[in-house]
């Protein structure tokens, strides 16, 4: 039986991804070396993309133990290592695909809005709006310099985007500590200093200022207030600034804090 002259030639390599990169592999794939099959003359990026690992969140790859760049040729017989996001120490003398310092401003996708919400009250700096398709997203966080958060894996499999993360946690709260400790913002925390409506820096107005632009009861009630500087949404502290401290120390962020709260 004569062999099909058009039929691919196929080629194998060995995988080997460490950490939370495991989660876009099949399970009987995960924490494992395993065969990858292909075909043609790809390059490093094209095969971790066959894999279903995105590039944007690979940190580092080896290959035959030395680290190289995304458009590394493939050939076919090459042991592959592949890491995510790496302290500088477990770097040592490779060179990682993300560049350094890392992002502490970020733009969210539409399925993020409650984390959204979390991360200005945690005073971290971050773009979300509902309409926000993926054009755009990547198209800001490019020339922004921002990391993007998604619940959409689709979007880090783009070549452009440089910082990207798939926030694993469904629930807003553990999604908060999971975003906090993967890009190791925790010295970044400045808690009530964003507007939770649309990211603006706080500072605070004198209560003259601000008698016609807020309920009776919260003027005679309170003494300090807070406005957006981009917005102009003012903000005291009440009853939701300590329901959110609560939520944050809960959470282990905080034990005491002074900060504004929303108004109605």
Same mark, same amino acid.
């Given at each position: 039986?004569?062999?099909?002259?058009?039929?691919?030639? +196929?080629?194998?390599?060995?995988?080997?991804? #460490?950490? @939370?990169?495991?989660?876009?592999?099949?399970?009987?794939?995960?924490?494992?070396?395993?065969?990858?099959?292909?075909?043609?003359?790809?390059?490093?990026?094209?095969?971790?993309?066959?894999?279903?690992?995105?590039?944007?969140?690979?940190?580092?790859?080896?290959?035959?133990?030395?680290?190289?760049?995304?458009?590394?040729?493939?050939?076919?017989?090459?042991?592959?290592?592949?890491?995510?996001?790496?302290?500088?120490?477990?770097?040592?003398?490779?060179?990682?695909?993300?560049?350094?310092?890392?992002?502490?401003?970020?733009?969210?996708?539409?399925?993020?809005?409650?984390?959204?919400?979390?991360?200005?009250?945690?005073?971290?700096?971050?773009?979300?709006?509902?309409?926000?398709?993926?054009?755009? !997203?990547?198209?800001?966080?490019? @020339?922004?310099?921002?990391?993007?958060?998604?619940?959409?894996?689709? !979007?880090?499999?783009?070549?452009?985007?440089?910082?990207?993360? +798939?926030?694993?946690?469904?629930?807003?709260?553990?999604?908060?500590? @999971?975003?906090?400790?993967? #890009?190791?913002? @925790?010295?970044?925390?400045?808690?009530?200093?964003?507007? !939770?409506?649309?990211?603006?820096?706080?500072?605070?107005?004198?209560?003259?200022?601000?008698?016609?632009?807020?309920?009776?009861?919260? +003027?005679?009630?309170?003494?300090?207030?807070?406005?957006?500087?981009?917005?102009?949404?003012? #903000? +005291?502290?009440?009853?939701?600034?300590?329901?959110?401290?609560?939520?944050?120390?809960?959470?282990?962020?905080?034990?005491?804090?002074?900060?504004?709260?929303?108004?109605?």
């Amino acid at each position: 039986m004569e062999s099909d002259p058009h039929a691919p030639l +196929w080629r194998h390599l060995t995988l080997r991804c #460490y950490r @939370e990169l495991n989660d876009f592999l099949p399970v009987p794939s995960r924490e494992r070396c395993f065969q990858f099959r292909f075909s043609g003359q790809p390059s490093l990026k094209s095969v971790l993309e066959g894999a279903g690992v995105p590039q944007a969140e690979v940190d580092l790859v080896l290959v035959d133990g030395q680290s190289t760049t995304l458009d590394h040729p493939i050939t076919g017989g090459e042991r592959l290592e592949v890491f995510p996001l790496l302290e500088p120490l477990e770097i040592d003398s490779f060179t990682p695909l993300r560049p350094r310092p890392l992002p502490d401003a970020f733009i969210l996708d539409v399925n993020l809005g409650r984390l959204a919400r979390l991360m200005r009250l945690s005073g971290l700096d971050c773009l979300y709006r509902r309409d926000f398709d993926d054009e755009e !997203i990547v198209r800001l966080a490019c @020339e922004h310099g921002r990391g993007i958060l998604t619940r959409d894996k689709g !979007i880090l499999h783009r070549g452009a985007v440089i910082h990207g993360y +798939w926030v694993r946690n469904t629930d807003p709260e553990r999604q908060l500590l @999971e975003v906090i400790h993967h #890009y190791a913002l @925790e010295g970044r925390l400045s808690f009530f200093s964003r507007c !939770i409506r649309c990211n603006g820096l706080l500072h605070t107005i004198s209560r003259d200022e601000v008698r016609d632009r807020v309920p009776a009861g919260a +003027w005679r009630e309170h003494r300090h207030f807070f406005v957006c500087d981009d917005c102009g949404q003012v #903000y +005291w502290r009440g009853s939701h600034h300590r329901a959110m401290t609560r939520t944050l120390t809960r959470l282990g962020l905080l034990s005491k804090t002074q900060g504004p709260e929303t108004g109605p």
